[in-house]
């Protein structure tokens, strides 16, 4: 389509040309039908062991009032030592993280290094701070790097904190009570994964925008330990993927044959040449 | 009142296609870069002698034309205003902008690389910036025809973005946008004969 008013290309990047519009519509349906944002109303929790980090989140997106996604990876890969938990919309923490990911590669395949904890923080921080929140990305951020054992939280407007233990989402409130109840410096491994599970856990249950089941993800120096689901829902429905019934299942009342009787009329044959 | 916003206008519109570069243009943007108190009172002195006494700094940063885009034909197809897209004629929605991240993105570079450059030539001195913005102005002329897409190679590998990926790799990629210009309005509007 040749417009004859287009007299420079437009930029790459984000393009803003149909906010207006989308806003005057937005007035014309008094808000009620336009379409809602992915959101995964969440609990994410963090915790900082012995021998690295372990970080756990729930499974459930919810799309205003429905749960959308029952199975929802919460946990993102950022580089082989650093893993990232995201909460707030489902979109931007996506692409966010796979961003972050990719520049650390890059990084990564300049330097022959594995990159560190606090260089993804700050790349996150400046994406974050140049959209002034709105992109709406709640990250907790962990790692193994030569440095130690690190977990940050980054927030949707580019605030950063780093503390040895975190919970972020909705269901943060229940499941920092947990973690500020257990916590102890220079846990094991064992202890680690309970209390994170028992932090998620207590989110799960006391906010509607958590549930489901709870992935685990432990970080070492040795390696990754991605457990999904590490447990799962007791409120499971018996819901069938495929529905395809075994011979037999439905019961047969009556059976009726009816041969049915054919006069050859016609016979031809015709040779094939197959020489 | 838009004759006085188009002279700058226009002197953007030079010196970003790759004007000559004086030492008069020079002491200008560093007048914008570093503005001290002195630099203030002489500013204030020169609008009130071309009299337009009004504070109109602040307000000219807030206005979509901060950054020159077309000229003040609306944004409809063949000129004429596009109900559907762009709802109805109003000077407001010409001129602020319609979401908080319009301006700020449109002159996010610019900015960085103001302070950046101020940053530089407060640690370093004068020539740090110089040559930089030197280097800057050459790998910003190799361009293809307007209509073209151009990669822009050297001037990313000054940058440094050649070994980031950012938002504006991945959305509305120009080298697969749905709109095309006509070629000879594009270049005509390049070389200012339009």
Redesign the interface.
């Known amino acids: 389509?040749?417009?004859?008013?287009?007299?420079?290309?437009?930029?790459?990047?984000?393009?803003?040309?149909?906010?207006?519009?989308n806003?005057?519509l937005e007035g014309l349906f008094e808000g009620g039908q336009t379409p809602k944002p992915l959101k995964t109303g969440t609990t994410i929790a963090g915790v900082v062991f012995k021998d690295g980090v372990v970080l756990g989140a729930d499974t459930r997106a919810t799309s205003s009032e429905v749960v959308a996604d029952k199975m929802c990876a919460k946990i993102h890969y950022i580089s082989p030592n650093i893993y990232c938990c995201g909460a707030g919309t489902a979109a931007d923490t996506e692409k966010t993280t796979d961003?972050l990911s990719?520049?650390l590669s890059?990084?990564s395949l300049?330097s022959g290094r594995n990159p560190r904890v606090v260089m993804a923080v700050n790349i996150l921080q400046d994406?974050l701070y140049?959209?002034?929140g709105?992109v709406g990305a709640n990250l907790i951020l962990g790692g193994v790097d030569c440095t130690g054992n690190h977990l940050y939280t980054v927030g949707p407007y580019g605030s950063v904190n780093k503390v040895p233990y975190l919970a972020m989402g909705s269901g943060d409130l229940a499941a920092l009570g947990i973690l500020e109840d257990g916590f102890k410096h220079d846990l094991e491994l064992e202890k680690a994964k309970e209390l994170v599970r028992a932090s998620i856990h207590a989110g799960i249950m006391s906010d509607l925008g958590s549930g489901n089941n709870i992935d685990i993800c432990v970080i070492t120096r040795q390696g990754v330990d991605y457990i999904r689901p590490y447990q799962e829902s007791e409120y499971k429905d018996n819901r069938n993927v495929r529905y395809r019934y075994r011979p037999g299942t439905t019961p047969v009342l009556t059976e009726k044959v009816v041969p049915l009787k054919l006069e050859v009329a016609q016979e031809a044959v015709q040779h094939m040449d197959t020489a | 009142m838009l004759t006085a916003y188009n002279i700058p206008c226009l002197y953007f519109v030079l010196s970003n296609y790759g004007a000559v570069f004086q030492g008069r243009d020079l002491h200008r943007m560093f007048r914008n870069y570093c503005a001290t108190p002195a630099d203030i009172q002489a500013y204030q002195k020169e609008s009130a002698r071309k009299g337009d006494t009004m504070n109109s700094r602040g307000l000219r940063s807030q206005l979509k034309d901060s950054v020159p885009?077309?000229?003040l034909?609306?944004?409809?197809?063949?000129?004429v205003q596009d109900s559907?897209?762009?709802?109805f004629t109003s000077i407001k929605?010409e001129l602020l902008?319609?979401?908080?991240?319009?301006l700020?993105?449109?002159n996010?570079h610019l900015n960085q690389d103001k302070m950046n450059f101020s940053t530089l030539r407060n640690i370093q001195g004068l020539h740090a910036p110089l040559k930089l913005q030197m280097e800057y102005r050459a790998a910003r002329q190799i361009q293809r025809l307007?209509?073209l897409?151009s990669s822009n190679l050297a001037l990313d590998t000054l940058r440094g973005s050649d070994?980031?990926?950012?938002?504006?790799?991945?959305?509305?990629?120009?080298a697969q946008?749905?709109?095309?210009?006509?070629p000879h309005?594009?270049v005509e509007?390049k070389l200012g004969l339009?």
């Open positions: 389509m040749a417009l004859s008013s287009v007299l420079q290309t437009h930029p790459a990047g984000f393009n803003f040309d149909n906010v207006a519009r806003s005057a961003l990719s520049n890059i990084f300049n994406m140049r959209y002034h709105q | 885009v077309a000229g034909c609306p944004q409809g197809a063949y000129g559907l897209r762009s709802g929605n902008p319609s979401h908080p991240l319009e700020s993105e449109k996010f307007p209509f897409p070994e980031c990926i950012g938002f504006e790799d991945i959305l509305c990629d120009p946008s749905e709109v095309m210009g006509e309005m594009m509007y339009l």
